[in-house]
């Protein structure tokens, strides 16, 4: 697997090219109406004509939902690491977790703007609740699952407890997280619009409210592609990331005679 | 016989696996191992002799019984002890040589000194994946490696802090014959040069009477010490000699004591 064909390499391009060509015969073939369904080629053009209206608002929401994405990875990171080292806390958290994990979170934001006013605030916030979850989940599994032979390698030695978290568990579990960021990342795009669209004055949510209210089609769709260009890219990044990290533990038959 | 490094004294072990599935895998054992001393522990499959070892480590707690190391009851692991497990149990996210260096980050001294001697550490590495035959493969992650270069380097890991009292489960298991009887030789070489105390947990007897100044021969679980033998033949010991008639009946004797104690299980 040490070498990945041009036409591998191609594919997922050739599929996202395909799909808007036959988008654009589909409406063109069945004269679908702007306001239902608009053409790839018009929504391109309303990116290309009007990028620089565009760009403070992808830029907005690529901070808000990125500064939401650390905060949540961190704290999703500490509490994984508390729940997955103990089993007490495991126990006592959990149910909590969940509890908090199932509430929808567009029905939080009223709250958080009662608190915080709109705009950026309760956006990030929004973003980082949400990536939370799965970080924990995937922090904690990772630590909860560490064989415990691998322990014992440390343990014999008179390693502390701090020692076998750092020298076995945290290194364990990063595949866990990596995983988990994956997640986490397109998780925090949709916070982040949830709140925009319910109370910001900014950002592509915000301003897809604005448009849709206008009945200007073509302007909405033009911000959902902009938010899945800006999730493809930071998961594209993530699962790089994620492959220079822990290769070790996603080798492929690749035994070195 | 110099005072007991190494003391078991009437200890029961019972793994606990929840209701009436417990499992009492000592049951009285007792045995005393001189300092400087090489003991191997042979026995049927499944009578404790790693739960010995793990005791012994301080891994395990007894639940009845005493366990000393150095004139100290064990309560916990102590840094004085190398350990090789049944499995190589390398960090898979390690390269083969920071595996080995492990120890070196933990134990002190060496825990404050790693980051300014790493370079000497890394040599004293190298040297000792030269001894058991690992030259070239430092670099390596341990899924590259094959099973038999694992075991290796996990000797290694258990050799680079020079503990005073190591502790082998089974370290020769998963290679083959010959490369097995190269290790015997490099074994007894870094034993006769450092002199630490071993215990050597083996299912081939042939290994124990090679190696050890002393076998202990384990009854069927419930474990505990049925025979003691010492070993008498001059070191350093070659190949040859196990092939000689007194060897041979060290071996023999060796045999008939464990398969009496597997019959007394069966009958």
Known sequence: MMRKSALRRALPWLVIVGMFLVWEALCRLF??????????TQIFAVLFNRWDALLPHATQTLMTTLVGFVGGVILGTLIGIAIGSSRLVYDAMYPLLVGFYSIPKVAVVPILVVWFGSGTVPAVITSLVICIFPVVVNVATGLATTEPELEDVLRALGASKRDILWGVGIPRSMPYLFA???IAITLAFVGTVIS???AANRGIGNMMIIASSNIDVPLVFAGLFILAFMGIALYAAFA??????????MRKSEFVS | MTADFVLL??????????????????KGATLAI??????????????GKSTVLKLVSGLLKANRGRVE???HTVEGPVKIVGMAFQNPTM?????????????????QPYRSRFKRQRAEYEERARALFKTVGLAGFEKRHPWQLSGGMQQRASLCRALIHEPELLLLDEPFGALDAFTREDLWATLQTLCMTRRPTVILVTHDLREAAYLADRIFVMSARPGRVLATHEVRFPRPRTLDMTFSEEFVALNHALRNEISDAREEVAA
């Not at chain 1, 004269?31 to 790839?40: A, G, I, R, T």
């Not at chain 2, 001189?34 to 009578?47: L, R």
């Not at chain 2, 960090?91 to 134990?107: F, R, Y």
């Open chain 2, 69 to 71: 190391v150095g004139g």
């Open chain 1, 180 to 182: 988990s960021l994956k």
């Open chain 2, 91 to 107: 960090l898979p996210w390690l390269t083969a040589i920071d595996n080995v260096l492990v120890p070196l980050k933990i134990v």
């Open chain 2, 34 to 47: 001189g300092k400087g001393e090489f003991a191997a522990i042979v026995g049927p499959s499944g009578c």
């Open chain 1, 31 to 40: 004269k679908v109406p702007e306001f239902v369904l608009p053409l790839p």
């Open chain 1, 240 to 249: 790089l990331l994620e492959e220079r990290m822990t290769g070790w533990a």
């Open chain 2, 9 to 26: 004294d009437t200890v029961d072990l019972t793994y606990r696996a929840g209701e009436g599935q417990d499992t009492l895998a000592l």
């Open chain 1, 196 to 198: 925009e669209t319910v």
